[in-house]
């Protein structure tokens, strides 16, 4: 029904840059309720412009894209601009009337189940009945498979028109509102139709007309569950993007949202569903602006499906549609742990939380987490965000191709390893741009390879020769550029790779070691002496093999640093067979889709070999080496990091001067009286392996006399064994009496490197390097933390080929590890050097030299909440840091101002401040002052306070379980208890032995001085480390610095090897 429309005498003009015609406007009047008489037209810019007499105005509407205005009112100033709410007022005042949609998935000549998409021709005879089944049909086909199917896509289209005319029906009963649905072809034959948008955020946008002008304009907006669900399901994404999501990402630029879709591009093979994407291709062709459908943050929109593709275009992934994975699932998965714990976890690696503050205060959230397995949560968790950010840029370059679908960008968001993401990508690299199948190309041959490809009719290869053309010349270089084609499309198949994954499952692939033939002629060894040694050293690889499956990490670091020195030849050992299965899997692709002749089986099966053995053996080589090697290299960095860890925790030599020898014949032996507080009291260089050996002993003597030491430290490296010789000669001699001394052998690993360092001379600017190096030796064993984290911990000596792996890797978890050990052994900030503050979680070096600046200005800290004070220590590094910072009476008060009362005395524990209010509950629970902390009668009536239940306690104290432990063990502890008492002690000695002492199956005691896939190494006191191979260990698991009883089982005193059992 129509009615007459009261004369216009204001109009607002609604200029829509995305109208890129007249053709497709879609101009809307709305009315108001009251006698108001004001209009709104929409029209494209092209319109606006042939208009004299409007004038600009600016329409601001949060829902929409923001939209330029004019206006015909001369009463409103160009400059005016109405807001949201004054807009809407405006235009929702209207009076509806009979509206027709047009429905652009109708049409006339639609016959059967096709014909009931439209309202008018199907709700009059299907029973509500039917379309309940039908809809049980569709949920029971999404919860059976991911894809939809034409036939449950027709049902969806069905049921969401019932739905709209429902909805429509109850609002016809307040309104005389109307809705019919037609064909897009009939609305277009009817005069009495004007044009208005259907926007629906949940279901495909459609166009829609009205026969009455006073409601062109008129939105429908529906909610449709069951289409975003199938819509969900069929894009693999976890919501549906509307309209406005699409243009807040960025995605889309100058789109219109009610874009209708045509009756013809639905009956596309495939029925398109939904699609920003495709809305996107529209504008770039209306626009010729290059828009991309993977933008910035990785969101997905969902786009057409792929086009058929001919043979040299690889389809690489199935009609199986993919989910992307989420985060904590994949720590879950990776990690064998709770999937609530996983999500706890990420929640605290966001919020910039250390492992070693997570491993001590956040115990309630990872359940009780040692801290070696968060930091291997912690590198899974780094492996995802590499592995996404990978994935990304894999999607960008794709799409750049033009290859982009939503298969592909499952398949990507799937993938859940870098390995994983490279094979996906692969058939998408660009080949070289000379590679041989580029060639063949740039000859023209692509058209004949595609027709070998698809079995069809070839014409004779004589016919393509041209003598004038390298690669034309004869019929062999022809045949050879065609078979180059098909090489590189099998190689990049999908089903190849598939064939790779599942082939590799089963096969058994060695890896093969000999002696290179270059060997021999090595210019890296400048004599006969380097090059026996280094020959020696890889023996046992020059005939070595071993499968991918049984060969050791050992094995593979060792094989490859002898490839790297040109000593060893690798080779990779595929089974014939692997090939053979592989060819099966490949060519039956192609034997299928058309009549092969015996040229193209042979062509093929040509085409097959060149592929597998200029490309699919190299790609499965690599494949193998890269997994071996990573898994080789991780085993190292965590070998190395244990026994990093065993070091730093090595106990001090609290109390005791130390004299420090660095050993040193040339340049003698560099003595460094060093006190108990480390300083340095006196230094002096001696030559006991001349012949001006007695004023060497004499200076010795007044040395430990003067100082009254009783301890000396002997640095490990050149001349050791002939200085422990010297002093166990000294000893026994009683040239030090009455004073008692021994002696123990420090390593001295690093402490040469650290002696030349900045950081050293700045320490000791007046100093000689070497005797800095015997200072580093003497500190070593008074505090070994201190001194420890001062060197480079590759320069430690206490990995397994540490130089051969990574940086980055390494050094990253060696520094985790050292700042989990600094923190958790805790740092008295008023002694502490910049080498250790910066150690601490949450503190760096620019923190760490504001702390000393501090302390240096306003005297030492007498309490942890003086750390904010500091310049770039905000709450968060505080929250970190807090914990692990000590604050002793000892230190804090050696100022004589200083005022006792400022101490916090729970500031000397690791309690968190955190939880001070808790402690101090339970303190007066067991009725304890703080005053008497550390005592035995302070840790008594808290040990027996604490053996009530826990939870009860814990309860009563408003806490968790965790939390009051902390509480209870950092009440626990004795005054100047520490962590590292737990360990073993150096072992001291006054007698000297040799590898000349030793005979086999001699019972001895030694120290573990490191720790390997392989063995270990133990130090018995006779210069040389002896091995205890790993399959004599019986199951026993060592440690750096612990002590052990060995049986020396062989001896080679050439090579200086010592074998050893336990």
Same mark, same amino acid.
């Given at each position: 029904?129509?009615?007459?429309?009261?004369?216009?005498?204001?109009?607002v003009?609604?200029?829509?840059?995305?109208?890129d015609?007249?053709?497709?406007?879609?101009?809307?009047? &709305?009315?108001?309720?009251? !006698? /108001? *008489?004001? @209009? =709104? $037209?929409?029209v494209?810019?092209? #319109?606006?412009?042939? +208009?004299?007499?409007?004038?600009?105005l600016?329409?601001?509407?949060?829902?929409?894209?923001?939209?330029?205005?004019?206006?015909?009112?001369?009463?409103?100033?160009?400059?005016?601009?109405?807001?949201?709410?004054?807009?809407?007022?405006?235009?929702?005042?209207?009076?509806?009337?009979?509206?027709?949609?047009?429905?652009?998935?109708?049409?006339?000549?639609?016959?059967?189940?096709?014909?009931?998409?439209?309202?008018?021709?199907r709700?009059?005879?299907?029973?509500?009945?039917?379309?309940?089944?039908?809809?049980?049909?569709?949920?029971?086909?999404?919860?059976?498979?991911k894809?939809?199917?034409?036939?449950?896509?027709?049902?969806?289209?069905?049921?969401?028109?019932?739905?709209?005319?429902?909805?429509? &029906?109850?609002?016809?009963? !307040? /309104? *005389?509102? @109307? =809705? $019919?649905?037609?064909?897009g072809? #009939?609305?277009?034959? +009817?005069?009495?139709?004007?044009?208005?948008?259907?926007?629906?955020?949940?279901?495909?946008?459609?166009?829609?007309?009205?026969k009455?002008?006073?409601?062109?304009?008129?939105?429908?907006?529906?909610?449709?569950?069951?289409?975003?669900?199938?819509?969900?399901?069929?894009?693999?994404?976890?919501?549906?993007?509307?309209?406005?999501?699409?243009?807040?990402?960025?995605?889309?630029?100058?789109?219109?949202?009610?874009?209708?879709?045509?009756?013809?591009?639905?009956?596309?093979?495939?029925?398109?569903?939904?699609?920003?994407?495709?809305?996107?291709?529209?504008?770039?062709?209306?626009?010729?602006?290059?828009?991309?459908?993977?933008?910035?943050?990785?969101?997905?929109?969902?786009?057409?499906?792929?086009?058929s593709?001919?043979?040299?275009?690889? *389809?690489?992934?199935? $009609?199986?549609?993919?989910?992307?994975?989420?985060?904590?699932?994949?720590?879950?998965?990776f990690?064998?742990?709770?999937?609530?714990i996983?999500?706890?976890?990420?929640?605290?690696?966001?919020?910039?939380?250390?492992?070693?503050?997570?491993?001590?205060?956040?115990?309630?959230m990872?359940?009780?987490?040692?801290?070696?397995?968060?930091?291997?949560?912690?590198?899974?968790?780094?492996?995802?965000?590499?592995?996404?950010?990978?994935?990304?840029?894999?999607?960008?370059?794709?799409?750049?191709?033009?290859?982009?679908?939503?298969?592909?960008?499952?398949?990507?968001?799937?993938?859940?390893?870098?390995?994983?993401?490279?094979?996906?990508?692969a058939?998408?690299?660009?080949?070289?741009?000379?590679?041989?199948?580029?060639?063949?190309?740039?000859?023209?041959?692509?058209?004949?390879?595609?027709?070998?490809?698809l079995?069809?009719?070839?014409?004779s290869?004589?016919?393509?020769?041209?003598?004038?053309?390298?690669?034309?010349?004869?019929?062999?270089?022809?045949?050879?550029g065609?078979?180059?084609?098909?090489?590189?499309?099998?190689?990049?198949?999908?089903?190849?790779?598939?064939?790779?994954?599942?082939?590799?499952?089963?096969?058994?692939?060695?890896?093969?070691?000999?002696?290179?033939?270059?060997?021999?002629?090595?210019?890296?060894?400048?004599?006969?002496?380097?090059?026996?040694e280094?020959?020696?050293?890889?023996e046992?690889?020059?005939?070595?093999?071993?499968?991918?499956?049984?060969?050791?990490?050992?094995?593979?670091?060792?094989?490859?640093?002898?490839?790297?020195?040109?000593?060893?030849?690798?080779?990779?050992?595929?089974?014939?067979?692997?090939?053979?299965?592989?060819?099966?899997r490949?060519?039956?692709?192609?034997?299928?889709?058309?009549?092969?002749?015996?040229?193209?089986?042979?062509?093929?099966?040509?085409?097959?070999?060149?592929?597998?053995n200029?490309?699919?053996?190299?790609?499965?080589?690599?494949?193998?080496?890269?997994?071996?090697?990573?898994?080789?290299?991780?085993?190292s960095?965590?070998?190395?990091?244990?026994?990093?860890?065993?070091?730093?925790?090595?106990?001090?030599l609290?109390?005791?001067?130390?004299?420090?020898i660095?050993?040193?014949?040339?340049?003698?032996?560099?003595?460094?009286?060093?006190?108990?507080?480390?300083?340095?009291?006196?230094?002096?260089?001696?030559?006991?392996?001349?012949?001006?050996?007695?004023?060497?002993?004499?200076?010795?003597?007044?040395?430990?006399?003067?100082?009254?030491?009783?301890?000396?430290?002997?640095?490990?490296?050149?001349?050791?064994?002939?200085?422990?010789?010297?002093?166990?000669?000294?000893?026994?001699?009683?040239?030090?009496?009455?004073?008692?001394?021994?002696?123990?052998?420090?390593?001295?690993?690093?402490?040469?490197?650290?002696?030349?360092?900045?950081?050293?001379?700045?320490?000791?600017?007046?100093?000689d390097?070497?005797?800095?190096?015997?200072?580093?030796?003497?500190?070593?064993?008074?505090?070994?933390?201190a001194?420890?984290?001062?060197?480079?911990?590759?320069?430690?000596?206490?990995?397994?080929?540490?130089?051969?792996?990574?940086?980055?890797?390494?050094?990253?978890?060696?520094?985790?590890v050292i700042?989990?050990?600094?923190?958790?052994?805790?740092?008295?900030?008023?002694?502490?050097?910049?080498?250790?503050?910066?150690?601490?979680?949450?503190?760096?070096?620019?923190?760490?030299?504001?702390?000393i600046?501090?302390?240096?200005?306003?005297?030492?800290?007498?309490?942890?909440?003086?750390?904010?004070?500091?310049?770039?220590?905000?709450?968060?590094?505080?929250?970190?840091?807090?914990?692990?910072?000590?604050?002793?009476?000892?230190?804090?008060?050696?100022?004589?101002?200083?005022?006792?009362?400022?101490?916090?005395?729970?500031?000397?524990?690791?309690?968190?401040?955190?939880?001070?209010?808790?402690?101090?509950?339970?303190?007066?629970?067991?009725?304890c002052?703080l005053?008497?902390?550390?005592?035995?009668?302070?840790?008594?009536?808290?040990?027996?306070?604490?053996?009530?239940?826990?939870?009860?306690?814990?309860?009563?104290l408003?806490?968790?379980?965790?939390?009051?432990?902390?509480?209870?063990?950092?009440?626990?502890?004795?005054?100047?208890?520490?962590?590292?008492?737990?360990?073993?002690?150096?072992?001291?000695?006054?007698?000297?032995?040799?590898?000349?002492?030793?005979?086999?199956?001699?019972?001895?005691?030694?120290?573990?001085?490191?720790v390997?896939?392989?063995g270990?190494?133990?130090?018995?006191?006779?210069?040389?480390?002896?091995?205890?191979p790993?399959?004599?260990?019986?199951?026993?698991?060592l440690?750096?610095g612990?002590?052990?009883?060995?049986?020396?089982?062989?001896?080679?005193?050439?090579?200086?090897?010592?074998?050893?059992?336990?």
């Amino acid at each position: 029904m129509s009615r007459n429309l009261r004369p216009k005498t204001s109009t607002v003009i609604v200029i829509d840059d995305e109208i890129d015609s007249d053709d497709d406007l879609d101009v809307t009047f &709305e009315r108001r309720k009251d !006698d /108001s *008489d004001c @209009e =709104v $037209e929409y029209v494209s810019p092209k #319109a606006s412009g042939a +208009s004299r007499d409007i004038r600009k105005l600016l329409v601001i509407d949060l829902d929409k894209p923001a939209r330029r205005a004019v206006t015909r009112d001369r009463n409103v100033a160009p400059s005016d601009s109405t807001n949201r709410t004054e807009a809407r007022a405006r235009l929702e005042r209207i009076k509806e009337k009979s509206e027709v949609t047009i429905d652009a998935e109708y049409n006339d000549d639609m016959k059967g189940e096709r014909q009931v998409r439209s309202v008018r021709g199907r709700t009059s005879k299907e029973s509500s009945k039917i379309l309940g089944e039908k809809k049980d049909r569709i949920e029971a086909s999404s919860s059976r498979t991911k894809c939809i199917t034409s036939e449950t896509l027709d049902d969806v289209f069905e049921i969401e028109t019932e739905t709209r005319r429902k909805r429509n &029906e109850a609002k016809s009963k !307040d /309104s *005389d509102f @109307e =809705v $019919e649905c037609m064909p897009g072809r #009939a609305a277009k034959g +009817s005069k009495h139709c004007g044009k208005t948008s259907v926007i629906d955020t949940d279901a495909l946008s459609g166009k829609a007309t009205s026969k009455d002008k006073s409601t062109e304009g008129k939105s429908i907006a529906g909610n449709l569950d069951l289409r975003k669900k199938l819509l969900n399901n069929k894009t693999g994404a976890g919501h549906e993007q509307t309209n406005e999501d699409m243009y807040n990402n960025g995605v889309q630029k100058n789109v219109e949202p009610e874009a209708s879709i045509s009756a013809e591009n639905r009956k596309r093979k495939g029925s398109d569903v939904s699609t920003a994407a495709k809305k996107a291709k529209k504008v770039e062709r209306a626009s010729s602006k290059k828009l991309s459908a993977v933008n910035k943050k990785d969101e997905f929109l969902s786009t057409d499906e792929s086009e058929s593709k001919g043979p040299g275009q690889t *389809d690489n992934f199935g $009609e199986n549609v993919h989910t992307e994975w989420s985060e904590p699932d994949y720590l879950s998965e990776f990690n064998q742990i709770d999937k609530q714990i996983a999500q706890n976890l990420i929640s605290l690696f966001k919020d910039d939380n250390t492992i070693p503050f997570i491993a001590r205060y956040r115990k309630e959230m990872t359940g009780g987490m040692e801290p070696e397995q968060l930091r291997s949560i912690k590198n899974s968790y780094d492996s995802l965000k590499s592995i996404k950010k990978r994935g990304l840029l894999i999607l960008k370059t794709i799409d750049k191709l033009g290859k982009w679908n939503p298969e592909i960008h499952s398949a990507v968001t799937a993938a859940k390893s870098l390995a994983e993401l490279e094979t996906i990508y692969a058939p998408y690299k660009p080949g070289a741009k000379r590679s041989l199948a580029e060639r063949a190309k740039e000859l023209g041959l692509a058209p004949i390879s595609e027709a070998v490809l698809l079995g069809k009719v070839v014409p004779s290869l004589s016919s393509l020769i041209d003598t004038d053309r390298n690669g034309l010349i004869n019929v062999n270089e022809v045949r050879q550029g065609i078979m180059h084609i098909i090489a590189e499309v099998i190689s990049k198949d999908k089903i190849t790779f598939e064939g790779i994954r599942e082939l590799r499952k089963k096969v058994v692939i060695n890896i093969q070691s000999t002696k290179s033939k270059s060997a021999g002629t090595l210019k890296v060894a400048n004599d006969v002496k380097q090059k026996k040694e280094d020959h020696h050293k890889y023996e046992k690889y020059f005939h070595f093999v071993a499968s991918e499956r049984s060969i050791r990490d050992y094995q593979i670091l060792a094989i490859n640093r002898g490839e790297s020195q040109k000593i060893l030849s690798v080779k990779i050992i595929i089974p014939d067979w692997f090939k053979d299965r592989l060819r099966e899997r490949c060519l039956r692709k192609y034997n299928s889709i058309g009549k092969v002749s015996s040229f193209h089986h042979d062509i093929l099966n040509e085409s097959f070999d060149d592929a597998y053995n200029r490309l699919i053996k190299k790609f499965v080589t690599r494949q193998v080496r890269h997994e071996l090697n990573e898994k080789a290299e991780n085993a190292s960095v965590n070998v190395f990091a244990n026994n990093l860890k065993k070091l730093l925790l090595t106990p001090p030599l609290r109390g005791k001067t130390v004299l420090g020898i660095d050993p040193g014949f040339t340049h003698g032996c560099k003595l460094a009286m060093v006190s108990q507080c480390g300083d340095v009291l006196e230094t002096a260089t001696i030559y006991p392996h001349t012949r001006s050996q007695k004023h060497s002993v004499q200076v010795l003597v007044d040395l430990v006399k003067n100082y009254h030491c009783t301890v000396i430290a002997v640095g490990s490296e050149t001349g050791c064994r002939e200085t422990e010789k010297f002093l166990t000669d000294l000893i026994q001699a009683g040239v030090f009496h009455p004073i008692d001394v021994s002696y123990t052998i420090v390593n001295e690993c690093g402490a040469s490197i650290y002696s030349c360092s900045t950081e050293a001379k700045s320490e000791f600017p007046n100093l000689d390097p070497n005797i800095i190096s015997a200072v580093s030796i003497a500190r070593r064993l008074q505090d070994p933390l201190a001194e420890l984290v001062k060197v480079d911990p590759k320069n430690l000596g206490v990995g397994m080929y540490q130089h051969d792996l990574p940086e980055k890797q390494l050094q990253l978890t060696l520094g985790e590890v050292i700042m989990e050990t600094v923190s958790f052994v805790g740092v008295d900030i008023n002694t502490a050097s910049h080498c250790l503050l910066r150690r601490v979680a949450g503190l760096n070096a620019a923190k760490a030299t504001n702390i000393i600046n501090r302390r240096n200005t306003c005297g030492p800290y007498k309490n942890r909440s003086e750390l904010l004070l500091v310049s770039g220590i905000g709450k968060k590094s505080y929250e970190q840091c807090a914990g692990f910072i000590r604050i002793l009476p000892e230190t804090a008060l050696l100022d004589a101002s200083s005022r006792k009362d400022s101490l916090v005395y729970l500031d000397q524990t690791w309690i968190h401040p955190e939880s001070y209010d808790v402690a101090k509950q339970f303190l007066k629970g067991c009725g304890c002052h703080l005053t008497d902390l550390g005592s035995d009668e302070f840790v008594q009536k808290v040990t027996s306070y604490a053996n009530c239940d826990r939870k009860t306690l814990a309860k009563q104290l408003d806490t968790n379980e965790t939390t009051l432990d902390i509480i209870i063990n950092g009440l626990s502890m004795k005054k100047g208890e520490d962590i590292r008492i737990r360990e073993e002690a150096p072992l001291f000695m006054n007698n000297f032995r040799c590898i000349d002492d030793l005979c086999v199956n001699t019972r001895v005691r030694g120290t573990v001085r490191n720790v390997t896939s392989f063995g270990t190494f133990i130090d018995i006191g006779v210069g040389t480390n002896g091995l205890l191979p790993i399959g004599k260990l019986k199951g026993q698991v060592l440690s750096l610095g612990e002590r052990v009883d060995v049986l020396v089982l062989s001896i080679n005193k050439d090579r200086g090897r010592i074998s050893l059992t336990l």
